[in-house]
């Protein structure tokens, strides 16, 4: 049973930059599917970006060339960098594992709010 633990979140001035990461235990991480998804009240959660066990990465159209994903096999982490942020990416954020015959496994979330 794998478990996920985001920190990072917080308060940022648009244009402002943030780095959330997802630690990860229980499981081996180098084998997960590892993804980060936002969702705000009211709305379906979303996937921002993902990256495979083979390094590669999906992002959504929407913070492409903005937001960076990135994994640290060793340190069983995964990183959302956050550049450019405007009021709209204000959401939860919450940290995604899947890997089939595995599990899908989900974090508690953390805020991020976006000030204009």
């Known amino acids: 049973q794998a478990q996920l633990v985001e920190s990072g979140g917080g308060l940022v001035q648009a244009g402002g930059s943030l780095r959330l990461s997802c630690a990860f235990s229980?499981?081996?991480?180098?084998?997960?599917?590892m993804g980060w998804y936002r969702q705000v009240p009211g709305k379906q959660r979303e996937l921002v970006a993902g990256i495979d066990s083979g390094g590669r990465l999906n992002y959504a159209d929407s913070v492409k060339g903005r937001f960076t994903i990135s994994r640290d096999n060793a340190k069983n982490t995964v990183y959302l960098q956050m550049n450019r942020v405007k009021p709209e990416d204000t959401a939860v954020y919450y940290c995604?594992?899947?890997?089939?015959?595995?599990?899908?496994?989900w974090g508690q979330g953390t805020q991020v709010t976006v000030s204009s």
């Open positions: 229980g499981s081996i991480f180098s084998i997960y599917t």
């Open positions: 995604n594992a899947e890997r089939p015959g595995y599990g899908d496994y």
